[in-house]
């Protein structure tokens, strides 16, 4: 069976539910997105089960379109991901990107041609005043 791609127009509890684990604390920000039509929702079938898929196009000034892979979930990602490459391509996008904290991550990565290219660092900031 070949995945069959299922648009979501907006965005749904059972996302919610089946996403928490990849929305790494921005499933409001990402919900957003999808409701504002920022970025696109999808549930794939799969052979291996649903797969689901959030990402957005972003449109920089200075450089082509580049596909940004805000989450996907799921056992049959490694039908999907062939597929969304293969369509990114053909829409003449610069490139795919993502970024996440999560396990495994970095063996997604190398599993499809990713490479690294930035470190992120973050610094949590309280309420009050920051001291050097």
């Known amino acids: 069976m ?3 791609p299922h ?9 919610a539910h089946a996403l928490r684990d990849a929305l790494d604390g921005d499933a409001a920000e990402l919900a957003r997105q999808v409701d504002a039509g920022i970025a696109e ?19 920089l000034a200075d450089q082509r379109p580049e596909l940004v892979l805000c989450c996907i979930q799921g056992r049959g990602a490694g039908e999907v ?15 795919v ?11 997604f990565a190398r599993r499809w041609g990713f490479a ?17």
């Open 2 to 4: 070949a995945p069959v």
């Open 7 to 15: 648009k979501l127009p907006a965005w749904t509890d059972a996302a």
């Open 41 to 59: 929702l999808y549930r794939w079938d799969t052979a291996a089960g649903p797969c689901w898929l959030l990402h957005r196009v972003d449109h």
């Open 81 to 95: 991901m062939p597929l969304v490459l293969d369509a990114a391509a053909r829409q003449g996008l610069a490139g």
């Open 97 to 107: 990107r993502f970024q996440s904290a999560r396990r495994g991550a970095a063996r």
């Open 116 to 132: 690294p290219v930035a470190t992120l660092f973050y610094r949590a900031l309280g309420g009050g005043h920051v001291v050097q």
